[in-house]
């Protein structure tokens, strides 16, 4: 509608947030990760919304950044995202915070509450955003080494239960303080449960879905701001 009030958005989370694809090892020797933020949910987010509102101007801001866990979330929090007074922000970490095991769990709910706390003291509106598998095998299209051997560290962490463990307490935590969860990790069980092969559903076979997934997420999150 005419004179509507601008929305922005703050997408605050690690490097799926912040659009990271494909991994490959440079002439040091060290893992190097591609990153493309148009191709990111924030970016498709976007788009979509603004097709389905044309005359509301969305401010949709990427905060999120490669290797990131919640607790450099709490530490970010006033600059990159309560400095911008946001409407409603996306939270989505765990993935890397499952490097602690199950004694992190504590440490992950408490930096989650710090979070939650910080945005809600503005009014904003949040919704946490549960990730993608990590890989569940060693992929044959990994040659190197070195990344060879990190599939095989982030292969037991997810089959082992240690990365749902982590979005179960996230999801808990959300119920407590009467937050919008969109569960995607429950989407990639399902699809791991009905055979899919998930790890092929990774730019890297690693943990960043491929870009085509990025449209996916976009279209769950319109679907819970919309309550549908």
């Not at 440079?26 to 005359?55: C, D, W």
């Not at 995607?184 to 699809?191: G, H, I």
């Not at 990774?202 to 943990?207: E, F, I």
């Amino acid at each position: 509608r005419g004179g509507a009030e601008p929305i922005t958005i703050v997408c605050l989370g690690d490097s799926n947030t912040e659009g990271c694809f494909e991994c490959y090892i440079n002439e040091g020797g060290r893992i190097v990760t591609v990153f493309e933020r148009h191709n990111s949910y924030s970016a498709r987010l976007q788009e979509m919304l603004s097709k389905l509102y044309p005359t509301v101007q969305f401010n949709i801001i990427n905060s999120g950044f490669s290797g990131g866990w919640a607790h450099c979330g709490v530490s970010v929090l006033e600059r990159d995202v309560l400095k911008y007074s946001p409407d409603l922000v996306i939270v989505s970490y765990g993935t890397n915070d499952s490097q602690s095991g199950l004694t992190g769990l504590d440490e992950y709910a408490k930096c989650l509450t710090s979070i939650f706390d910080g945005i809600k003291k503005i009014g904003a509106e949040i919704i946490f955003l549960t990730e993608n598998y990590m890989c569940t095998k060693v992929s044959p299209h990994l040659k190197e080494d070195a990344l060879k051997k990190l599939a095989v560290e982030l292969c037991e962490r997810q089959n082992s239960g240690v990365l749902e463990q982590y979005f179960d307490k996230a999801k808990e935590l959300c119920k407590n303080y009467d937050i919008e969860v969109c569960d995607l990790y429950s989407v990639w069980k399902a699809m791991a449960q009905g055979g899919v092969n998930t790890t092929e559903l990774l730019s890297n076979k690693l943990n960043h879905p491929i870009r085509e997934y990025h449209y996916y997420i976009a279209i769950k999150l319109i679907e819970k701001m919309l309550g549908l």
